[in-house]
């Protein structure tokens, strides 16, 4: 059975990080694409970024240069460092793999001072 857990959202002045982690189950994260993406109050979905099997990242151009999706294969679990955190970048936070066929529960971000 697939199960992807987000978890280590928060609440997080402007300028500051979070490192949200996606534990996966059911298949192995190294043989899959996966992606982040978020959803803002009231918005529609936004991809955020994504990894490839080779480890090749891509990002959308709304956090290229703050964000950093990585994986551990060892522990099978996907991560996004978010750094330079804005008001713009808060947001409920989905891994999803690279069909968007499985989805976490999501994970909350605030960013207010």
């Known amino acids: 059975q697939v199960q992807l857990v987000e978890s280590g959202g928060g609440l997080v002045q402007p300028g500051g990080s979070l490192r949200l982690s996606c534990a996966v189950s059911?298949?192995?994260?190294?043989?899959?694409?996966m992606n982040w993406v978020r959803q803002a109050p009231g918005k529609g979905l936004e991809w955020v970024s994504e990894?490839?099997?080779?480890?090749?990242?891509t990002y959308a151009d709304s956090v290229k240069g703050r964000f950093t999706i990585s994986r551990d294969n060892a522990k099978n679990t996907l991560y996004l460092q978010m750094n330079s955190l804005k008001p713009d970048d808060a947001a409920v936070y989905y891994c999803s793999d690279g069909a968007f066929a499985f989805w976490g529960q999501g994970t909350q971000v605030s960013v207010s001072s």
């Open positions: 059911g298949f192995t994260l190294s043989s899959y694409f």
């Open positions: 990894i490839n099997k080779d480890g090749d990242t």
